[in-house]
C-alpha cells in the first residue's frame, strides 16, 4: 500500500445534534438547550456536542443528552432490564461547508422518542434547557433572529417527519408511550405527532385489529376519568400490516 499523508486533507470536526421528541401535554415537543457559547450565544438550538477521539456516534449522543439535559436515551436493545428506555436512531448526516461559523463540522443527527420525560436540567455549556412545541420551533425558524441555531430548524424538521412516517408503517409510536398504556393514550400520541384529530372508534378497531401491534397487559386504569379502560403493552410486531396510514390535512 503506498504511503498516506493526513496532512493532504482538510481537518474537520465531528458533531451529534439530537432531535428529542416527547409528547407533553397532548402536544408533540422537542428538547431545546439555549447555548452558552458562542457562536450564537444565548440562542435556542438542538443538544448536541463534538464527538471525542475514543467514543463511537451511538456514545456521543448518549454522552450529550446527558451533560445537558440530564436525561438518558438507551437504544432499544437496551432495554431488556425492565427500563423502558428512550428509543434512540440515527437520523441523518449534516455536512454544508457554511453550517457552522467555527470550522468545517460535520454533523450526525440522531433522533431520539421517548413517554412524557420530566423537565430537564441544563448542564455542559447550555444555559437552559425546556420542552417545546415542535410548531413553535419551526414557526420561529422563518424569523433568523428568533430561530434555532445553526441549521437546528433543518435537523428538527426532518427528525418530526421522520417520526410522522414511522408511526405508519411501524410500531414506534408506542416509544412515546409508558410501558402500558391504553388505546386513547395511544391514540392521543398519532394525534399530537401528526397534528390531526383521529376517530376513537376506527382507531381502536384499526389498532387492536393488527396483528402483534399490542397485547393486552391483563389489567385496567381510570387514569383518564370515565369508566375503567383496558390496558395494553407493544406487541413483538415491528412493521405493521396493514399500515397506520397519516390523514391528508
Known amino acids: 500500500m503506498s504511503p498516506y499523508d493526513p496532512s493532504a486533507f482538510p481537518p474537520f470536526a465531528v458533531t451529534v445534534d439530537l432531535v428529542v421528541l416527547t409528547v407533553r401535554r397532548h402536544a408533540l415537543c422537542a428538547l431545546v438547550v439555549r447555548r452558552g457559547e458562542q457562536p450564537f450565544q444565548g440562542r435556542w438550538a438542538l443538544p448536541g456536542g463534538f464527538v471525542r477521539g475514543d467514543e463511537d456516534l451511538a456514545a456521543a449522543a448518549a454522552r450529550e443528552l446527558s451533560e445537558e439535559t440530564g436525561l438518558c436515551a438507551h437504544e432499544p436493545a437496551a432495554t431488556g432490564d425492565g427500563v423502558h428506555g428512550a428509543h434512540l436512531e440515527q437520523l441523518a448526516t449534516y455536512g454544508d461547508p457554511r453550517r457552522d461559523p467555527r470550522m468545517r463540522v460535520v454533523s450526525v443527527a440522531h433522533l431520539v422518542l421517548a413517554p412524557d420525560l420530566p423537565a430537564p436540567r441544563a448542564g455542559g455549556d447550555a444555559n437552559s434547557a425546556r420542552w417545546a412545541p415542535v410548531d413553535e420551533l419551526l414557526a420561529a425558524a422563518e424569523e433568523e433572529s428568533a430561530g434555532l441555531a445553526f441549521d437546528h ?58 396483528p402483534g401491534f399490542l397485547v393486552p397487559a391483563g389489567g385496567t386504569t381510570t387514569r383518564q376519568g370515565g369508566r375503567p379502560a383496558q390496558l395494553f403493552r407493544a406487541g413483538g410486531a415491528t412493521l405493521l400490516n396493514p399500515p397506520m396510514l397519516r390523514p391528508e390535512v
Open 153 to 210: 430548524a433543518r435537523i428538527l424538521g426532518d427528525g418530526v417527519e421522520r417520526a410522522r412516517s414511522k408511526i405508519e408503517y411501524s410500531s414506534l409510536a408506542t416509544a412515546f408511550c409508558p410501558p402500558e398504556f391504553t388505546v386513547g393514550e395511544l391514540r392521543r400520541v398519532y394525534e399530537a405527532v401528526w397534528g390531526v384529530a383521529l376517530d376513537p372508534r376506527n382507531f381502536h378497531r384499526k389498532v387492536t385489529g393488527t
